[in-house]
């Protein structure tokens, strides 16, 4: 089944708790595995980055229920593009609170939110393609 990727970026409506967030990736990795769904979500400063992996169909209905989710805003899709491979393979939801400052990666996510959220590349790629960039290989 072919693969297709598609990364938006919302705002949160309030600040999220460590809390909410896992309560967030909970619902996500329960609902994600059996639709075959892959991915990562981010959040720094009251910004959400989320990818979803899967076929093409599944992952655009999914993207319609999250939009609708009450807990973010002004969701706007990124990227949306077939893939050859999924780049969270091994992950239902991934979750990386950046706010935590441990994140793997950090210099380099807080970029890709903050370019991604005033629409500005990242030199030549948009921010959606550094941030699959930054987890291939
Ligand atoms: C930022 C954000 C990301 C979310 N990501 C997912 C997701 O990947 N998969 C999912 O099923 N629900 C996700 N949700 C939750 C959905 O909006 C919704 O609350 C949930 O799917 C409802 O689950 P239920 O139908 O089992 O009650 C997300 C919510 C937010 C705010």
Do not use: C
């Amino acid at each position: 089944m072919s693969i297709n990727q598609l990364v938006y970026i919302s705002q949160a409506v309030r600040k999220m708790s460590a809390a909410d967030l896992l309560a967030i990736q909970r619902v996500a990795k329960e609902n994600n595995a059996p639709i075959d769904v892959t991915g990562s979500l981010f959040y720094n400063g009251g910004w959400f980055l989320q990818v979803l992996e899967g076929p093409l169909a599944t992952i655009d209905a999914l993207y319609r229920k999250i939009e609708k989710d009450p807990r973010h805003k002004n969701s706007r899709v990124l990227y949306k593009q077939p893939a050859t491979f999924r780049t969270f393979t091994r992950w239902s939801m991934n979750m990386t609170n950046l706010e935590d400052r441990q994140a793997d990666k950090y210099e380099q996510l807080v970029e890709v939110i903050d370019a991604a959220r005033s629409d500005r590349k990242i030199g030549q790629a948009s921010p959606a393609v550094t941030l699959l960039n930054i987890f291939k290989s």
